[in-house]
């Protein structure tokens, strides 16, 4: 049997840093002057501060541009149907549309034409290859209500692999599609993993016997946690890889890659990623160990391009040079802005205290509920914590003093910690919520 490929884009995957600045700014170029001609919020936003097509000659102008916000995409929608004035093309060249509830309930509209389909098909196709999905896999998708969903599916098909819809909350048909037909390789939410353990173990099947190769997660930060990844790896003599992509962006242009340490950037040509200061805004030298928003602008999109488009995302940059030859630097989820709480003026994920917590696997399980009394960001130590102890945990007094210890140590707060039995904190099967919130809103 002939042995599979290394990439599914060996050109782009390993562009050299000068090659890789050359093709992202000409895309760049040319996608600046189509926005221009073409999409009136750009045109309007940008002409008022007095800048043209022939500023932005390559990546390094960027930092000339604004930002755009998530609320200017929801305005644009509201005041320019059906797709918004950031739109550069008729409805009649779009063959797709996407729509996100989103936190705030208005939805968002994300349209693709049949050009953008291809652009978002190739870069899923990068980050799945990456993250080890291969022709031979069965792949069952127990994400059918993500929105963009139906993308992933195609690129799985696309990829040669066997696609099996099977939708959100119906595990019994992912265990049929696993049972019947062989499935094999997951791409789900992070949590999910975890959902289908306790799930095993209720209904008494063994996690082992069941033949899964391979998940590949995303949706929310986690899925890199270290103790987490190998439990499930463990459980299912499975490998864990991670994924991302921005319903706004770009299905999927993240991928991680053997060496698991952090995710590749596998967009370019379609979508240029920057990382920021989130509080100056200024543009950060991509290097191991910078942490901060992640900006995308779009260098290939014909119906919704977007220029420097804040994330919400923070992520911390894990390395920029891999054995596995790709060039893209690599990343990690850290949390986004809207789940950050500030204990005494520091800034704290609730997935980072998650991953603190977890390194103490087995003596607690990885399961945590953090509650707040009143609206965050702001929370008044100590912050209130449950934590699942282990199936032999010892002596939980120390425990709960070991876990306060190491949470002042790693995120320099204080917590009171409430240990509880290992199996009694809710288990998510879409994405898990860590903050209970104990007030009115
Ligand atoms: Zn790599």
């Not at 042995?3 to 000068?18: A, F, G, I, Q, V």
């Not at 069952?140 to 099996?164: D, K, M, R, W």
């Not at 995710?263 to 979508?271: I, N, S, T």
């Not at 103490?360 to 399980?365: D, G, M």
């Amino acid at each position: 049997m002939k042995e599979d490929p290394k990439y599914w884009n060996e050109k782009m995957e390993t562009l050299s840093r000068d090659e890789f600045h050359a093709v992202q700014s000409k895309a760049l170029a040319k996608e600046f002057a189509y926005v221009m001609e073409n999409s009136p919020f750009y045109k309007e936003k940008f002409s008022h501060r007095g800048i043209g097509v022939e500023d932005i000659k390559g990546v390094d102008d960027l930092r000339k541009l604004p930002f755009t916000e998530k609320q200017e995409l929801r305005d644009s929608l509201a005041f320019g149907k059906p797709l918004g004035r950031h739109g550069a093309t008729p409805m009649e060249n779009v063959i797709r549309v996407y729509s996100t509830s989103g936190t705030t309930g208005v939805p968002t509209y994300i349209g693709l034409t049949k050009k953008d389909r291809l652009v978002w098909r190739e870069t899923a196709n990068r980050s799945m290859w990456t993250c080890g999905m291969r022709p031979q896999h069965i792949v069952p998708l127990p994400i059918g209500t993500f929105f963009i969903a139906a993308s992933y599916g195609e690129a799985i098909e696309n990829l040669g692999s066997t696609l099996i819809p099977v939708g959100v909350g119906a595990t019994d048909r992912l265990m049929g599609a696993i049972k019947n037909l062989g499935a094999n390789f997951i791409l789900s939410t992070a949590s999910f993993p975890f959902y289908l353990i306790h799930y095993c173990e209720k209904m008494g099947i063994d996690t082992q016997s069941l033949g899964i190769k391979g998940f590949m997660v995303g949706g929310e930060p986690g899925g890199s946690i270290p103790k987490l990844r190998k439990q499930v790896e463990d459980a299912f003599g499975a490998v864990v890889r991670e994924t991302m992509g921005n319903g706004d962006m770009l299905g999927l242009m993240w991928g991680e890659c053997e060496n698991k340490n952090g995710m590749h950037f596998v967009g370019a040509g379609a979508c240029h990623a920057e990382i920021i200061d989130p509080v100056t805004g200024e543009t950060l030298k991509i290097q191991k160990g910078v942490e901060g928003e992640l900006i995308y602008t779009s260098l290939d999109r014909e119906c919704q391009p977007l220029m420097r488009f804040r994330t919400r995302d923070h992520v911390v940059v894990t390395q920029t040079k891999c054995a596995c030859g790709r060039t893209g630097f690599s990343i990690k989820c850290v949390g986004r802005t809207d789940d950050m709480m500030i204990v005494s003026g520091v800034n704290v994920y609730p997935s980072a205290i998650r991953d603190v917590i977890s390194s103490l696997v087995p003596e607690v399980t990885g399961e945590i509920l953090i509650s707040v009394n009143s609206p965050l960001p702001s929370v008044k130590p100590p912050m209130k914590i449950k934590v699942e102890h282990g199936v032999n945990p010892g002596n939980l007094e120390d425990l709960t003093i070991k876990l306060a210890t190491l949470l002042r140590e790693k995120l320099i707060f204080s917590a009171d910690v409430e240990l509880v039995k290992p199996g009694s904190l809710p288990k998510y099967e879409y994405k898990a919520q860590l903050v209970q919130k104990n007030y009115k809103e």
